[in-house]
T-cell receptor, first 114, second 110 residues
Framework: GAVVSQHPSWVICKSGTSVKIECRSL??????MFWYRQFPKQSLMLMAT?????????EQGVEKDKFLINHASLTLSTLTVTSAHPEDSSFYIC??????????FGSGTRLTVV | GEDVEQSLFLSVREGDSSVINCTYT??????LYWYKQEPGAGLQLLTY?????DMKQDQRLTVLLNKKDKHLSLRIADTQTGDSAIYFC??????????FGAGTILRVKS
């Protein structure tokens, strides 16, 4: 079945540094990738939608200069959290539409900013 | 846009059936999902149902869809302690963003 590989699984970084999260579709082409964020004990909220070869679409309230999304190929989408602060600590998860189940999720990245 | 609501907490005894309910607003949603999330882990797809179906059964899981009332339910038969987790329902038109409910915490008492 369709698999989305997400790395890293967890990362701890210092305030002010940047962190890149990668999502790769392993056996299918992901022309679209959805990026979600989940705060502790809350639901998943969509941050942005990336489409291969074009600019990402951000949800209201999400800073595009802070959360840089790149979808340079049909198998790779990246989210870079720039100048991270403790309030950016969260669980980030990507998802791509697939023809089998409708959507395939990565395993998520737990970001802790200290 | 789509709005998905679900009850926040459910407590059952081991061996009983659990029923988690969800309502959605967008009648054009073609995919409806149930995900399980254990503490500190990612999402696990439990089951899904297409909008042209009324019911889907997969081992201990039964999904019922009432399109008229825009109501989705997940029944877990013979609930086990390992079923304790947060359960999310989500809906979307294919290719569009998935909208998640707030999640239902299922606690199974032994």
């Amino acid at each position: 079945g369709a698999v989305v590989s997400q790395h890293p699984s967890w990362v701890i970084c210092k305030s002010g540094t940047s962190v890149k999260i990668e999502c790769r579709s392993l056996d299918f082409q992901a022309t679209t990738m959805f990026w979600y964020r989940q705060f502790p004990k809350q639901s998943l909220m969509l941050m942005a939608t990336s489409n291969e070869g074009s600019k990402a679409t951000y949800e209201q309230g999400v800073e595009k200069d802070k959360f840089l999304i790149n979808h340079a190929s049909l198998t790779l989408s990246t989210l870079t959290v720039t100048s991270a602060h403790p309030e950016d600590s969260s669980f980030y998860i990507c998802s791509a539409p697939d023809s089998v189940t409708g959507y395939t999720f990565g395993s998520g990245t737990r970001l802790t900013v200290v | 846009g789509e709005d998905v609501e679900q009850s926040l907490f459910l407590s059952v005894r081991e061996g009983d059936s659990s029923v988690i309910n969800c309502t959605y607003t967008d009648s054009s949603s073609t995919y409806l999902y149930w995900y399980k999330q254990e503490p500190g882990a990612g999402l696990q797809l439990l089951t899904y149902i297409f909008s042209n179906m009324d019911m889907k059964q997969d081992q201990r899981l039964t999904v019922l869809l009432n399109k008229k009332d825009k109501h989705l339910s997940l029944r877990i038969a013979d609930t086990q302690t390992g079923d304790s987790a947060i359960y999310f329902c989500a809906g979307a038109q294919y290719g569009n963003k998935l909208v998640f409910g707030a999640g239902t915490i299922l606690r199974v008492k032994s």
